[in-house]
């Protein structure tokens, strides 16, 4: 008789295919979130498996992932394309993430301790090595300036113990993120005065004033919301 269990190949290939479905997951989403695949773009099956390298099984699945998370939309019939970008959802999204970043800032702040305090500092000067660049080499690292800008938001909210609440602000920030490089796309940007932002928002974080940390993220935000809304 043939045993039910999962034998040591079998236990391989499903880590594997675990493996790959979260990478092509985080692909994708950082593939939409940057443009590469512009908002309501279709996403043909053909054409994705080739240029993540796996089945469509596994695509569907980190599709069907980024559908839940509101960066693709599916019609009957007609498959998968990225969702559109409006004025009116940026405020939404704007609002909500204001919302659970204060809640998480003033969690980290009373939780965090001399590591969490460390971390923020080494996380902010990494950032400010590319920030306080001119604009033209700046652009030239716009790749690591996402994600060591990321990396510093999520050190300020680190020590927050609430996991769900982490996890919906990191879904409203990669929200935020697609409409961050319509700003992006305009000369010089926002560099300079977000440079100075960045460094207040770490020392006032560091000093566990909760409230003048939160106000400073909401006007650093809806600054760059306001921005954004202009140029769509």
Not at 10 to 23: L, P, W
Not at 53 to 70: F, P, Y
Not at 206 to 220: F, S
Request: hydrophobic share 40%.
């Amino acid at each position: 008789m043939t045993s039910g269990n999962l034998g040591p190949a079998s236990s391989a290939t499903s880590k594997s295919d675990t493996s790959g479905s979260r990478d092509v997951l985080t692909r994708l989403r950082t593939d939409i979130i940057s443009s590469v695949f512009e908002p309501e773009t279709r996403l043909k099956f053909a054409d994705m498996t080739k240029r993540y390298d796996v089945g469509i099984g596994t695509l569907r699945e980190a599709l069907s992932q980024l559908s839940s998370e509101g960066f693709v939309t599916v019609e009957a019939g007609k498959g998968f394309k990225v969702s559109p970008v409006s004025a009116e959802e940026l405020i939404e999204i704007t609002d909500h993430f204001i919302s659970f970043e204060s809640r998480a800032v003033r969690e980290a702040i009373a939780h965090g301790g001399e590591d969490w305090e460390a971390n923020i500092v080494s996380v902010h000067h990494r950032l400010s090595l590319i920030e306080g660049l001119p604009w033209e080499r700046r652009m030239e690292r716009h790749s690591e300036w996402v994600e060591r800008h990321r990396e510093f938001h999520e050190a300020i909210v680190a020590a927050c113990p609430g996991r769900w609440l982490f996890r919906l602000r990191s879904i409203m920030f990669d929200q935020l993120d697609r409409y961050r490089f319509v700003t992006k796309r305009a000369p010089k940007g926002l560099g300079g005065r977000k440079f100075e932002e960045h460094r207040e928002i770490m020392a006032a974080t560091l000093a566990r004033d909760a409230d003048l940390a939160c106000a400073l993220i909401e006007q650093h935000i809806r600054d760059t919301s306001e921005r954004a809304i202009k140029l769509l």
